[in-house]
T-cell receptor
Framework: AQSVTQLDSHVSVSEGTPVLLRCNYS??????LFWYVQHPNKGLQLLLKYTSAATLVKGINGFEAEFKKSETSFHLTKPSAHMSDAAEYFC???????????FGAGTRLFVKA | EADIYQTPRYLVIGTGKKITLECSQT?????MYWYQQDPGMELHLIHY???????EKGDLSSESTVSRIRTEHFPLTLESARPSHTSQYLCASSEIRNTEAFFGQGTRLTVV
């Protein structure tokens, strides 16, 4: 069985400070892991993905995530937040090569000036 | 830029009306999905398709129906809309090997 837990429903940071959005997962299979971002009134956009290659994954807009199998985590980070990063972020786990895709509940990121 | 389109973007409709939400993709993807998302909540899969003439129900029970007559088109229909159907509906597609999904911009439906 697969599941994904985003540990924070809301995260608030000041502009220029680091961002950490936490995600834990469980999977019976070798998972593919993704982070998506959703800005208000927009569809989801893929930030980055892990598919069993390098454990440190770099995505768009300066975001990156590290796959830690021992901790079953896939936390999203960014060294310096920008106002335009304010959005909802979804952690997603998929069965590699299969169909099942599970979305986390989302973490809303607020960025203060 | 992902080539998946949803129409309409916004729809306000009266109770009891029949509506169809359109979703089209030009990437030749075999898999297509419909998700329902209430404000501030997670996405729930309501329908998916492996390809032409394939439709399956997702994790969340829904009174909507879907069809997949053409690879690029995956419309969702509500025969009789109710206020409880008010939500955002997101369409997505992916290659058959379950690489990342590409999402449309969503249809925000309000039933009054």
């Amino acid at each position: 069985a697969q599941s994904v837990t985003q540990l924070d429903s809301h995260v608030s940071v000041s502009e220029g400070t680091p961002v950490l959005l936490r995600c834990n997962y469980s999977s019976s299979y070798s998972p593919s892991l993704f982070w998506y971002v959703q800005h208000p009134n927009k569809g989801l956009q893929l930030l980055l993905k892990y598919t069993s290659a390098a454990t440190l994954v770099k995505g768009i807009n300066g975001f990156e995530a590290e796959f830690k199998k021992s901790e079953t985590s896939f936390h999203l980070t960014k060294p310096s937040a920008h106002m335009s990063d304010a959005a909802e972020y979804f952690c997603v786990v998929s069965e590699t090569g299969g169909f099942k895709t599970i979305f986390g509940a989302g973490t809303r990121l607020f960025v203060k000036a | 830029e992902a080539d998946i389109y949803q129409t309409p973007r916004y729809l306000v409709i009266g109770t009891g009306k029949k509506i169809t939400l359109e979703c089209s993709q030009t990437m030749g993807h075999d898999k297509m999905y419909w998700y329902q998302q209430d404000p501030g909540m997670e996405l729930h899969l309501i329908h998916y398709s492996y390809g032409v003439n394939s439709t399956e129900k997702g994790d969340l029970s829904s009174e909507s129906t879907v069809s997949r007559i053409r690879t690029e088109h995956f419309p969702l229909t509500l025969e009789s809309a109710r206020p409880s159907h008010t939500s955002q509906y997101l369409c997505a597609s992916s290659e058959i090997r379950n690489t990342e999904a590409f999402f449309g911009q969503g249809t925000r439906l309000t039933v009054v």
